[in-house]
């Protein structure tokens, strides 16, 4: 009889074994559910270093779990060790802008406040929280910071931000990761599965021609500068650049224009307008008319060579004789390509006309160029 009881022992002990091995497998089952959130990007309004940006993420969620938090990672390296990117500021409250695709109700915005230093998985963090969230959809999410989130403050630098959502447990539900870049203080800027990657060139044209308009301005040496001379009544300056993208993006990338003031030319209260053209519907360069100082009595305009524009009318540009557009605040499509590139390159142009009533001085400005690659 002790002998049976024995063997009673030993299946029981058997047995407990059994279900714990079950339990350890099913946990790393649930692990393994993380799905990755596709079209995923970060588009940043200004790459200029250590400068307060706007940070517009959007994604779509392949999951239908309810959303109650997502997680925005800023860091050095798209994986392994997360450092936080020099001389970031992420305030306690950011600002959110419209906040879409999430399902539920209430959305609340909190970051590490003050400078990212270090390392550590909440050390460079946002966090978006939904107040009351439901059952998701599989649809585009578009998130907002629109304050609260100052750049790094080393130039010519690529950072990323890991991607997180999470439901109420909180348990990770998806994930992927995005990259930025900033550049220089004056800026022709960019914002930036397989680890992302980006590479963005500006060099400097000295002759030929741009849209079949002739090149009468050497860029110099340097890729971000437009030095147009000494300008003169009835006679266009035309200058140009070669923009050379390289990503991995799956569904390609766009490059956009800006003027960092408007108007994008001045000498104290003096100014050159922007061309009437707009990127919508640019057209063919005419003259300035205006009859009073400053008021259209100089033009500034851009053109592309791109033909194949993701908005609007693709070729709007390269139609002869060539189009023209006036240099805006709001960043505006220059470049475009559907698929990801290697060393794809692209001649952009600038245009610059005065009439005899613009009043003498040292006229300068500045124009931002963003590339927003698209994972």
């Not at 250590?50 to 969620?61: D, P």
């Not at 980006?198 to 002759?207: D, R």
């Amino acid at each position: 009889m002790k002998k049976y009881k024995n063997i009673i022992r030993l299946t029981a002990l058997t047995i407990l074994t059994v279900l714990v091995g079950m339990l350890v497998f099913q946990f790393h089952i649930a692990e393994l559910q993380a799905a990755t959130l596709t079209s995923a990007k970060d588009v940043i309004s200004t790459s200029r270093p250590g400068v307060a940006a706007i940070h517009t993420f959007t994604f779509t969620t392949p999951s239908s779990t309810a959303i109650k938090t997502i997680l925005f990672q800023f860091c050095t390296a798209a994986s392994g060790t997360c450092t936080a990117p020099s001389g970031m500021i992420l305030t306690a409250v950011p600002t959110l802008g419209t906040v879409t695709g999430i399902a539920g109700t209430g959305y609340a915005a909190a970051g590490t406040s003050g400078t990212c230093t270090g390392t550590g998985n909440t050390d460079c963090t946002a966090t978006l929280t939904v107040t009351t969230p439901t059952t998701q959809t599989v649809t585009a999410v578009t998130v907002p910071f629109n304050s609260g989130i100052t750049n790094p403050s080393t130039a010519s630098t690529v950072s990323f931000v890991r991607v997180t959502t999470r439901d109420t447990g909180p348990t990770t539900i998806d994930t992927n990761t995005v990259a930025f870049a900033v550049l220089t203080s004056t800026s022709m800027a960019m914002t930036a599965g397989v680890d992302p990657t980006l590479t963005f060139s500006i060099a400097a044209v000295s002759s030929g021609a741009v849209n079949t308009a002739t090149i009468n301005v050497s860029s110099g040496t340097g890729p971000a500068v437009i030095p147009f001379g000494t300008l003169t009544s009835g006679s266009t300056k035309i200058a140009a650049h070669d923009v050379t993208v390289s990503t991995n993006g799956l569904t390609g990338y766009t490059v956009t224009v800006a003027a960092l003031a408007n108007p994008p030319l001045a000498d104290g209260s003096n100014n050159i307008d922007v061309f009437t053209g707009t990127n919508a519907a640019p057209t063919s360069w005419s003259s300035p008319a205006g009859s009073a100082a400053s008021a259209n009595t100089g033009f500034f305009g851009y053109t592309t060579e791109e033909n194949a524009l993701g908005t609007g009318t693709a070729a709007r540009f390269t139609t002869s004789p060539p189009k023209w557009a006036g240099v805006i605040t709001t960043p505006e499509e220059i470049i475009y390509n559907a698929t990801g590139a290697v060393n794809q390159t692209t001649r952009i142009g600038w245009q610059v006309e005065i009439n005899a009533l613009q009043p003498a001085g040292s006229y300068v400005g500045s124009v931002l160029l963003v590339a927003t690659p698209t994972y």
